[in-house]
């Protein structure tokens, strides 16, 4: 069983950097990709990053290219997102999710699982 709890969020100015976390209590971590999502009340969930299961291959949305990082540790059970250089329109719910099938790493469709979210927001 997976499940997922995000954490690191909160209230930075533009050009900080911050770091989410997420963390799996399941045994299972290790054969799932996982990416990190994010968004905004009225608006459709974006993508934002993702990682191969055992963290080969990246993936990033767009605009957050050379901005953020995504890694995993499968031995902590856990992947991270770097952001720097946060913008306000980074501002948003960033959502982490667990995908099984090895394939649609960018598709919200393909995540299984998904965590609680943690709200990030930028200040100008």
């Known amino acids: 069983q997976v499940q997922l709890v995000a954490s690191g969020g909160g209230l930075v100015q533009a050009g900080d950097s911050l770091t989410l976390s997420c963390v799996d209590s399941g045994r299972m971590f290790s054969q799932y990709a996982m990416g990190w999502f994010r968004q905004n009340p009225g608006r459709q969930p974006e993508f934002v990053a993702a990682?191969?299961?055992?963290?080969?291959?990246?993936f990033y949305g767009d605009s957050v290219k050379g901005r953020f990082t995504i890694a995993r540790d499968n031995g902590r059970n856990t992947v991270y997102l770097q952001m720097n250089n946060l913008k306000p329109e980074d501002t948003a719910y960033y959502y982490c999710a667990a995908n099984p099938y090895f394939k649609g790493y960018t598709d919200r469709a393909s995540y299984m699982y998904w965590g609680q979210g943690t709200q990030v927001t930028v200040s100008s």
């Open positions: 990682v191969t299961a055992s963290g080969s291959s990246e």
